[in-house]
């Protein structure tokens, strides 16, 4: 039944000459400082076909493809050495990306969907950062400093093809592929000294490390679909195949320095050379029926089995004083480590609705059994068998189409990697060393989450509240002993006692009276963290709350203004330290303008003031932003435009981050772009030209 | 004799299972295959069956469409259930032909409304053909019918929405050997009940797949949940509520 006796179409009509069009955009700009942004879309279309071409490249910190959801995850990190290689993010680092690739979507056969695409990468971050560390232990503290100069060249390829086929009307089969090729070099320096409580230095030292690394993935899919005579009874049934194979390289030097009462007692040098390579082949195959039961619901019943072999060897060879070659077989750095994982899984699920409800239940039984050897040397095969059982429910009621609510619970387990089953010492930090554990079990979580949203046709009025908790049973964290000289060692260790707490909210009205809408959205977080040092259990709670208001106002048609407040708010508090719990602040105020002015010219303008508290000595920070652009429309139709703009007009910009994990607060200071400006032009190829008609 | 005897009691009850049916409960359905043309280019989507339940008795009846069931709103993706589709809202669609009126529900935005009306007119002329229908000799009638089109266009980067009134053509297959003159949804009036309705190219808009003789009493009653209105009343409603969902649409100004 209709809406009573009225029917709902959605016309779209096109021009005529836009039936085989082509649409797209093209904006170039040059900058001082170097700086530089390149972009460009085309999309083309005829009858049947549809093809996007896409290309980008620039050093301004904008990775436009991985915000255009282009880019997928990179190659597993290949080996341990990788865990002390640091994290490259926007914050910390200044970026270079780019890349390019085209899509094509073919649709003329009915019964046929054929989707390629490739997509070139390439991802280079340079990082610059002075960072602070404060070790907490239970009856002493370490002061940890460091520079720490890295880059990083990412170079991918990814290529994806899909085939969607209708065979009658009750079976289709559907068959996607997809392989992605990956080139990283990586280079970091750093020096580094450790204080202990005094101020008095227990080691200093530096650290080079080079590290090269290629590889691919692929993966193939096939997927079948049967509806069977009697309606609601359906089958499917799904193969995977997936291989991958990263080899790389590596090139380790430091020494370091250890002092006893000032004075230098021993050094300690490393000169390495590494290679390394983690191959992996795996299948999953799933099979699901569905059966309607009574008049109303549904019962889902499936099967899948999945196996997986890794293969991670690591070769290390020190420099040999005497040949003066890398000819000196590191064994205790030196490992082949094969693992075999198969996966056997049954669930069965009931689900049940009405005009205003839904209900689901269900349940996951899952058999894993891990198999890993250390090849070469001391052959012992560790087997670890779990079985787990993986319930999970859903109740949604929606009292209207613009109210409802949810409740879920869901289970998941989290199996250790095998690089943290696989036994080897991992030394490429020498302050840091890092150990495996055969014995590790897999995580369990508990999460029960509560959604309630409302909303209201066309007065603009909405509130969305989300509530979550999580409860990780046999959380796998690092038990960490420090030793009187400063160095750590760390090992993963299975604890209970991990839970976190989410909550989002978020509520906007419209104020006709001043043509605005008001906007708070609030986010807090809670984690309780277990932490293991030096064998003493002691635990870390952590509450993080971020609250956000925001004003948008258009009080003409040509000017839109924005006023917006945010405030974070972090406390940590360590159980094994009470006197190091520590809160922070950061506050965030901006003002952004855009005006709309006579012959076709707009100005923009975003001011910011940040206010960073509560810091370690150094590393707090209050700066003002200030970003400007004046831009004209040009050519008929407004179809190019002309922009001039600067950022960070006053030169004031820093980021000092602030980490916390189970065993430090770490603050540093990173090297981020400060003023530049940009002269750029944009290029509309359709006619329809560049500029809004209103806002 | 005894044969005698026994012929007029089978003659009985067979008169009994074929007397004249005045009251039951039909479930009707409707399959849509929705798809849309773009370049002259046809994409089919997943077919949507909708379910619903007509109830009569005597000079009354009510007609509803049933909830989604669990198998009509799952999204399937690699063989496991991906997310739901969300579940339609009841609608009730009320006759009394006695007291001559026709009784709906409706719902616009957050509020739930109740319109009363005359019977509509559909203006039948029954023609000679004759189909069966689950053992029913159904004749055909064909009909005019008023549908409201609601067209959401968009021009310049504006939204307008606007209604048009249109009379199309409708054909009923009814039976009289079930004497209510009801049907599915709004389609009534004929000396028997509907049990399919199409429209002019023959596209089955409405077609019953079973039928029995029991009713639900308590649910045979007018519709008394929402604000009571009539039809020209709730067009000024439904009309002010276009107005103000198309200035959203649009912006603050």
């Known amino acids: ?695 | 004799m005894k044969h005698l005897f026994l012929i007029a009691a089978g003659l009985l009850l067979f008169n009994q299972v074929y007397a004249q049916q005045k009251e039951g409960t039909v479930f009707y359905q409707k399959v849509s295959s929705p798809a849309f043309t773009l370049n002259g280019q046809t994409q089919k989507m997943p077919e949507i069956v909708n379910k619903y339940e007509l109830i009569f008795s005597g000079s009354k009846s009510i007609f509803k469409n049933l909830p989604r069931t669990a198998e009509d709103q799952k999204i399937q993706s690699n063989g496991s259930t991906l997310g739901m589709v969300s579940n339609n809202t009841l609608q009730l669609q009320y006759y009394d032909f006695d007291q001559k009126i026709q009784v709906r529900t409706k719902v616009l935005g957050t509020n739930d409304y109740i319109i009363e009306g005359a019977l509509p007119d559909f203006g039948w002329v029954i023609s000679d053909e004759i189909k069966n229908i689950l053992g029913y000799a159904c004749k055909k009638a064909t009909g005019k019918s008023i549908n409201k089109v609601l067209t959401t266009s968009v021009q310049n980067r504006v939204v307008s929405v606007n209604q048009k009134i249109d009379t199309v053509s409708v054909t009923a297959w009814f039976t009289s050997d079930i004497t209510s003159p009801t049907g599915p949804d709004k389609y009534a009036g004929l000396p028997g009940l509907i049990l399919q309705v199409e429209n002019a190219k023959g596209t089955v808009l409405f077609e019953a797949v079973s039928i029995k003789p029991e009713i639900k009493e308590k649910e045979l009653r007018q519709p008394a949940k929402g604000k009571k209105m009539s039809t020209e009343e709730f067009e000024k409603e439904e009309k002010k509520f276009r107005e103000e969902s198309t200035k959203a649409m649009n912006g603050i100004n």
Request: aromatic content about 10%.
């Open chain 1, 1 to 695: 039944m209709d809406d009573g006796n009225a029917t709902k179409t959605i016309n779209i009509t096109l021009k005529d000459d836009k039936k085989n069009g082509l649409f797209g955009k093209l904006n170039t700009a040059e900058g001082t400082d170097g700086r530089y942004a390149e972009k460009g879309n085309v999309n083309l279309f005829n009858p049947g076909n549809q093809l996007s071409v896409i290309g980008a490249l620039n050093n301004i910190n904008d990775d436009v493809l991985a915000h255009q959801g282009l880019t997928g995850s990179p190659l597993q990190r290949s080996s341990k050495q990788e865990s002390n290689i640091p994290v490259f993010t926007t914050a910390n680092s200044i970026l270079t990306s780019g890349g390019g690739g085209a899509n094509l979507n073919n649709f003329k056969d009915e019964k046929k969907d054929i989707h390629v695409d490739y997509l070139y990468t390439l991802t280079s971050p340079l990082l610059v950062a002075d960072l602070h560390r404060q070790f907490l232990l239970p009856d002493t503290s370490w002061l940890y400093n460091q520079h720490q100069q890295a880059s990083s060249t990412v170079n991918g390829h990814a290529f994806n093809f899909s085939i969607d086929q209708k065979i009658n009307d009750k079976e289709s089969v559907k068959t996607t592929a997809s392989l992605n090729l990956e080139d990283t070099r990586i280079n970091a320096a750093s020096a580094y000294n450790t204080l202990d409580e005094n101020g008095t230095r227990a080691n200093d030292g530096f650290s080079n490390n080079n590290i090269a690394k290629n590889g691919y993935r692929a993966k193939v899919d096939f997927l079948y679909r049967k509806k069977l005579s009697r309606p609601g009874r359906t089958f499917s049934v799904a193969l995977s195949l997936q291989s991958g194979d990263l080899t790389g390289t590596g090139q380790l030097s430091s020494q370091t320095n250890f002092y006893r009462s000032g004075f230098r007692y021993l050094t300690d040098t490393i000169n390495q050379q590494s290679g390394s390579g983690s191959k992996n082949v795996g299948f999953t195959l799933r099979s699901v029926y569905t059966q309607p039961l009574f008049n109303s619901s549904l019962i889902e019943i499936g099967v899948s089995s999945g196996g997986k072999l890794n293969n991670d060897s690591q070769q290390t060879y020190d420099l040999n004083p005497l040949s003066g070659k890398y000819d000196a077989l590191n064994q205790l750095l030196s490992n082949n480590f094969r693992s075999t994982n198969f996966y056997d899984n049954a669930d069965i699920r009931w689900l049940t609705s009405g005009y205003k409800t839904f209900f689901s239940i269900g349940t996951v039984i899952q058999q894993t059994d891990l198999y890993s050897e250390v090849l070469d040397f001391n052959k012992n095969v560790l087997y670890n068998g779990y079985l787990n059982l993986l319930p999970n429910a859903k109740f949604k009621y929606t009292f209207n189409k613009y109210k409802s609510i949810t409740l879920t619970y869901v289970t998941a387990i989290n199996l250790p990697a095998s690089y943290q089953l696989q036994p080897l010492i991992d030394n490429t930090d020498p302050l840091n060393v890092i150990q495996g554990n055969p014995d590790l079990k897999p995580e369990y979580n508990h999460t029960l989450q509560f959604v309630f949203s409302t909303s209201h046709p066309y007065n603009g009025n909405s509130l969305r509240m989300n509530l979550s908790f999580t409860d990780t049973k046999n959380k796998i964290i690092n038990a960490d002993s420090i030793n009187s000289t400063g160095i750590k060692k760390s090992i993963p260790v299975n604890r209970n006692g991990n839970y976190n707490i989410f909550a989002a909210i978020d509520a906007s009205c419209k104020l006709k009276a001043i043509k605005s809408y008001l906007s708070l959205d609030v986010y807090g977080r809670f984690s309780n963290n277990i932490q293991l040092t030096n064998g003493i259990v002691s635990d870390t709670k952590d509450l993080n709350i971020q609250p956000e208001l925001r004003l948008t106002c258009n009080p003409t048609e040509n000017l839109d203004l924005t006023l917006n407040a945010l405030v974070e708010y972090d406390k940590a508090v360590y159980s094994v330290q009470p006197t190091l719990s520590n809160s922070y602040f950061k506050q965030q105020y901006d003002f952004d303008i855009i005006d709309e002015l006579p012959g076709n010219w707009v100005v923009s303008s975003n001011f910011s003031y940040i206010i960073n508290t509560g810091r370690a000595p150094g590393f707090n920070s209050s700066f003002p932003l200030l970003a400007a652009s004046i831009s004209r429309f040009i050519l008929k139709n407004n179809r190019g435009e002309v922009r001039l703009s600067v950022s960070d007009a006053l030169n004031k910009n820093v980021s000092t981050i602030r980490n916390i994990t189970q065993s430090y607060i770490e603050d540093s200071h990173t090297q981020v772009l400060r003023r530049y400006f940009m002269l750029g032009f944009v290029y509309s190829l359709t006619r329809v030209g560049l500029r809004s008609t209103n806002n």
